[in-house]
Nanobody, 124 residues
Framework: QVQLVESGGGSVQAGVSLRLSCEAS????????MAWFRQSPGKEREGVAY????????YYGDSARYRFTISRDNAKNTLFLQMDNLKPEDSGVYYC?????????????????WGPGTQVTVFS
């Protein structure tokens, strides 16, 4: 069956880095566009970063641009999110998501598969 499993979250001090991973199985990973979303308490789930099937192009949400880097290893069916210079407002549950189709990448309803999420808490 389809599985997306995130890891790498934690509770960290502002200014440090974290690297999230998402291992995919049960579907043709190489032919899916991938993304990271974040949901913070009291807020809607928002798109953090997006990557094409081959990794040749990426998009970032405003809060992630210049500090976060999305990448993928298609040989290992794994998605990554490198987060540098973390801030308290980066806190939330981070989800990886996969979709076969196209459309506005920040719209969560366009994604076919979701992981259960990993918690990131950044304290000042």
């Amino acid at each position: 069956q389809v599985q997306l499993v995130e890891s790498g979250g934690g509770s960290v001090q502002a200014g440090v880095s974290l690297r999230l991973s998402c291992e995919a199985s049960g579907f043709d990973y190489n032919n899916y566009f991938m993304a990271w979303f974040r949901q913070s308490p009291g807020k809607e789930r928002e798109g953090v970063a997006y990557i094409s099937r081959t990794g040749d192009y990426t998009y970032y949400g405003d809060s992630a641009r210049y500090r976060f880097t999305i990448s993928r290893d298609n040989a290992k069916n794994t998605l990554f999110l490198q987060m540098d210079n973390l801030k308290p407002e980066d806190s939330g549950v981070y989800y990886c998501a996969a979709r076969a189709g196209v459309g506005e990448w920040t719209k969560d309803y366009t994604y076919d598969y979701w992981g259960p999420g990993t918690q990131v808490t950044v304290f000042s």
